[in-house]
């Protein structure tokens, strides 16, 4: 039973490009949710998902940054013309919400760089 | 100012002591857990405590919730170099669809 995969592990970017970080959620798990962590910080959260839908992206920068979970294959957070306070590491994480239970399982990141 | 906040920022101790970790919020929660990150890693979630749940246990971890002082801690008995961590508490509120809050998190070192 795998975990959360999380890929590429390392991204390196320049200004301008386009980062592409993806997600497969625990296997049974339909719900999906992006955080960002600077060094030495705590997670910020960014966007939950469930399948089609975005239900709260009240911490997703209003501009460059978009999220998405269709209804096959793995979930996708993309920055458009990444700068350099991209730099981050984004880890996604999946849920099963049985009840009133939200434990989130975690993937290993995507740390990106941004040169 | 965040939701979930933990204190002390940074604890070092002697292999062998226990390990006392502090949580305070700001709103109502359905639960509260607590995480752990080893540098470089994912996040792994350790123990989750309800509202209406006052202690428990799992194994060398207790947790306690006084929601009156809004207020967690998380001891690890007989800590191990092994424990040396960063950890996060993270409260989920109690909308339909809250998310999780966490804090900046309390890296703990322990000394062999």
């Known amino acids: 039973n795998a975990g959360v995969m999380q890929n590429p592990r390392h991204l390196v970017r320049r200004r301008g490009q386009e980062a592409r970080l993806r997600c497969s959620p625990m296997k049974g798990h339909s719900h999906v949710y992006w955080y960002r962590q600077l060094p030495e910080e705590g997670l910020k959260f960014m966007v939950y998902l469930q399948k089609e839908n975005i239900i709260d992206e009240s911490g997703m920068p209003k501009e460059r940054f978009s999220a998405e979970f269709p209804k096959e294959g793995p979930s996708i957070l993309r920055i458009q013309q990444v700068v350099r306070g991209d730099s981050a590491a984004y880890f996604c994480?999946?849920?099963?919400?049985?009840?009133?239970?939200?434990?989130?399982?975690f993937g290993a990141g995507t740390r990106l760089s941004v040169l | 100012s965040q939701q979930g906040e933990e204190d002390p920022q940074a604890l070092s101790i002697q292999e062998g002591e226990n390990a006392t970790m502090n949580c305070s919020y700001k709103t109502s929660i359905n639960n509260l857990q607590w995480y752990r990150q080893n540098s470089g890693r994912g996040l792994v979630h350790l123990i989750l405590?309800?509202?209406?749940?006052r202690e428990k246990h799992s194994g060398r971890l207790r947790v306690t919730l006084d929601t009156s002082k809004k207020s967690s801690s998380l001891l690890i008995t007989a800590s191990r170099a092994a424990d040396t961590a960063s950890y996060f508490c993270a409260t989920d509120g109690t909308g339909a669809n809250s998310k999780l809050t966490f804090g900046k998190g309390i890296t703990l070192s322990v000394r062999p």
């Open positions: 405590i309800r509202s209406n749940e």
């Open positions: 994480a999946s849920s099963s919400r049985q009840g009133v239970k939200n434990i989130q399982y």
